[in-house]
C-alpha cells in the first residue's frame, strides 16, 4: 500500500530534516535561506525605499557584499537571481515583457549587446552615462561598464621572463611556443577577445592567428582560473586570460605563487579591455530605484570596493585601481567600440570552424 | 521472504501471453492521471519544436553541417562507450555483492553504490586535480618513478572516466534488485541438469536480468548524453556542451533548440533499443509458492581478486573525489577560510529534493502501471512521452519551463512549485524505470484474485499492486531525490530569488575558482545524500544478515 511506503520514507526524511534542523541554531543568520537578506535597518525604511530585481551573472562571492550596502545605504529592498550571464540573458528575452528583473548586471559586454539588439534595454540618462568613459559604455546609452577587465598573458616566472614574450599577441604563433602554452576557448572573455580581434584586424588576420596558436598545440582549459594555476604549477609557460585572476590567487597563496602577468602595451589587441556592465530592462516598472542602482555602481563607493575586492579596473568616479595593476593609461588598450563586440555568432562560426571548439 | 515481489521466474514460452486482466480495459483515473502527466512532459519539447520551426532556413543546413555530424557520433560513441562500461562494472559488482559469500560484501554493497551522490560537476573537478597534467598522482608518481606525463585525461577518456565512475550505480542498484528477486530454483535447475556454474551464470541467470540490465543502462545512456558537468570539465565536445556553447556563446536559442531536438530524437532511438531488448518475455514465477533464500555462491580463493576489484572501484569513484574535497576544505580551513556549514541551504536542498521525489513516484506510477499491466501501442507512446526531457540538457527544461510559465502561469514564475515541476519533469525516468521493472516481477494473478474476489480496480492498485511493488517505489524516490539534490540549471533559473541549495552554493564558489569555498557545501550534498543513500540500501543490509 502506498501509504506504508509514504510511511516508511516520511521517517527517514525527517532524520535526515532533524539532522539538518539540529544544525541550523549554530547559523541563526542563515536559516532565512534568501539573499534578499533585508538587514533591520533596512528594512525599517524599505516602505519608503520599495525594492528592485536585480538578475546577476557577476558571482556573489563578488558583488553580494556591495549590494548589501546599497541595500543598507538606500533602503531600496535588493532581490538578486544569480545565475551564468548569458543564461540570464537567455532567460530575460524568454520571460519578454513579463520579465520580473529591473536590472541586468552583467559579466561582459556581450550580453548586454544581446539584450540590447532585442530591444530589451532602456536608455539610461545622460548624468549616468557620462560618469563612464565613452569607451567603456553603449553608444545608444543603453548599458554602461561598471569595471574593466584588462585581457593579459599569465606566465610562469621559473620558465619564462617577462623578456622572452613577444611584444605582440601575434608573437605567440611562433612555433618555439609549441606546447607551452594554454587557453579556455569556451570562455566567454576569450571569445570577446576573438571577437576584438576581428573588429580590429579583420578576420583573416583573426583565422591567422588562431591557426597559428592551434597549429603550437595549446592546452584548453575549461576558465581562466585553471589556466593561472596551469601556468603556476609550469603545465604550460604562457595562458591567455583576463587580469584579475592573476591577482586573486596572488592574494590568496601569497607572493611564491609561480605566476605572474604580462600586459600588451601600444595598442595590441592583446591588451584589450572589455567591461562587466549593467542596463535597465525596459519593462522594469521601477525605473528610479533601478537607475539608483545603476548609479550606485558608479559611485565612489563601489567603484573602490571592485577596485580592493575584485582587483578590476574601476571605470568612473576617479577611483584609482589596486596598486599590484598598472594603471589603465599604461596599458594601452586599442582603439574599439565595445558594442562591436556583439557578433559573438561569427566569432564561434570561425572558432568552430577552425575546430577550436 | 514469504509471498510477493520476489517471486520471479522466466518462462519465455512463446505462445504464452497474458490475456485475462489485459482483457480489462484500463481504468479510466489510470488513464486521466497518464494523460496529465504525458501533458506535462510533452511541455519542453514542445517549445524546442516552436522554437525550431519559426528559426530561419539557416538552420537546417547548420544541424546538417559536417562539425554537427561529427560531435553528433561523438557524442553517441561517449554515450555507448559509458553505457557499456557501467555494465561491465555494474553487473559483477552487483553479483558480488547480493549473490556471492565474498567478505565485506554488506560494507562494499553501500560503498560502490556511493558514488552515485557526486555530482560530475564536483567529482570533473576532483578527477581534474587527481588525475590531471600536474595533478596528485602525477606527483606522486614523478616522486617516485620520475614519471613525466600521464596520460591525456582531457577529452574523450576523461568525459568517459568521469561519467562512467559516476553513474555505474544506476546499473548496479538496478541489477542488484533484479537479483534479489530471481528464484534461485531455476539456477539449481540448470546445475542439477548438468550445466557448470559459468554456463548458469551465462544461460539462466543472466538472461533473467536483461530487464535490469537495459534499466540501468538506459538511464546511464541518457544521463550520458544530458550532461554538462564532466564534458564542459573534461573538454569533451559532446552534444549537449555543443548547446551550451550556443546558449552561452551565441544567444542563439533557436539553433540551440535545434540541436536539444536532435537529442530528443536520439533519446527515441535508445528508447527504442531498450524496448526491443524487452520483448514480450514474461519475468514473474507463474507458480505460486515460497521463493527459498538463495544459496551464496562460494568464491574460494576467487574472493582475493573479487574483493581487489570492488576495492579499486570504490577507491577510484569515491574515495579518491571525497578526498580530494576534503582537501580543499582542510587546506581552506588553513589558510583561514571561515567553515561555512550552509545548514539552510542543506534543509533547502533536502526538502525539495524530497518533494520531487514523492511527486515523481505519483506521476511515474499510472503510467508504469499501464505501459506494464495494460500493454498497448498508447501505453507504450505513454512511456516513451515521459522519457522524452530525460536526454534534455537542464538549461533546455528551465528555459522551456521559463517560456511557459512567465507567459501563461506568471503567478506560478519563480516558485518552489514551478521548480519542483521542473525536478519532476527531469528526474520522472528515474522513478519510472525502477518502478516498472519491479512491476514485471510481479505476477498479474495476484491482482485477478483480488478482483475475483470483488475488489474494484482502484481498491486493487492501493492494497494488492502499490505494497507488492514498494522496493521499486522506494528505490526510484530515492534516485530522484539524489539527482534533485545535485540540480542546478533548473534551481537557478526557476527557483524562487534568492533560494539557496547546497547545489547552487557549490557552484556559487567554483564559478569563480573558490574551492575552498565549494567544499564544505560539495561535501554536504555527498554526506546528505549519502545519508539518503542508505535508506535505499537498508534492504541489502538487512537481506544479507
Redesign the interface.
Known sequence: ??P???R??VP??M???I???C??P??PT???????TTPATASASSSAGGSI?VYSGR????VGQLIEQFQTSTGITV??????T??????I????A???ADVFFAQDAG?LG?LAAEDRLAKLPDTILQSVEQRFRSPEGEWAGVSGRARAVVYNTKNVTEADLPQSIFGFTDPKWKGRLGWAP?N?SF?AFVTALRVLEGDAKAREWLEGIKANEP????????VVK?AA???IDAGFVNHY?LV?QLQ?QGESFGARNYYFTKGDPGALINVAGVGVLNSSKNQEAAQQFVQFLLSAEAQRYFADKTYEYPLAAGVQPNSALPPLSEIQSPELDLSKLED??G??QLL??L?I? | MSVGPSTTARSKNQGVREQPLHSLRAPLPLIMLALLVVGAMLLPIAYLVVRAITADANIVQQLFHPRTITVFGSTVLLATSVTATCILVGVPLAWLTVASDMPGRRWFAVLTALPLVIPTYIGGYAIVSALGPRGALQVLLGRLFGVERLPELYGFWGAWLALALFSYPYVLLSVQSGLRGLDPALEEASRSLGFGPWRTFWRVTLPQLRPSIAAGALLVALYTLSDFGAVSLLQFNSFSRAIYVQYRGAFDRDYAAALALVLVLLTAVVLGAEMWTRGRARYHRSTVGVVKPRPRAKLGPWRWPAIIFCSVVVLIALVMPVGVVSFWLVRGLQEGEPLRLVWSAAWNSVYTAAAAAVFAVFAALPIAILAVRFRSRWTTVFEGIAYGGYALPGIVIALALVRFASQYTPLLYQTLALMIFAYVLRFLPQALGTIRSTLLSVSPSLEEAARSLGYSPLRVTLRVTLPLIRPGILSGAALVFLTAMKELPTTLLLGPIGFKTLATATWTATAEGFFARAAAPALLIIVVSAFSMLFVLRDTWSDQH
Open positions: 500500500m502506498l506504508s511506503a509514504v516508511r520514507l527517514a526524511l532524520t535526515i530534516g539532522l539538518v534542523a544544525g541550523t549554530s547559523s542563515g536559516a532565512a535561506g534568501t539573499t534578499s530585481t558571482n556573489e562571492e563578488l532581490n538578486v537571481k544569480y545565475a551564468d548569458a543564461e540570464l540573458a537567455a532567460t528575452m524568454e520571460e519578454g513579463n520579465s520580473p550580453a544581446a569556451t566567454g571569445q592546452k584548453v582549459y575549461e576558465n581562466n582560473t585553471a596551469a604549477a609550469g603545465e585572476y586573486r590568496e559573438l555568432k566569432t564561434l568552430q570552424d575546430g571548439l
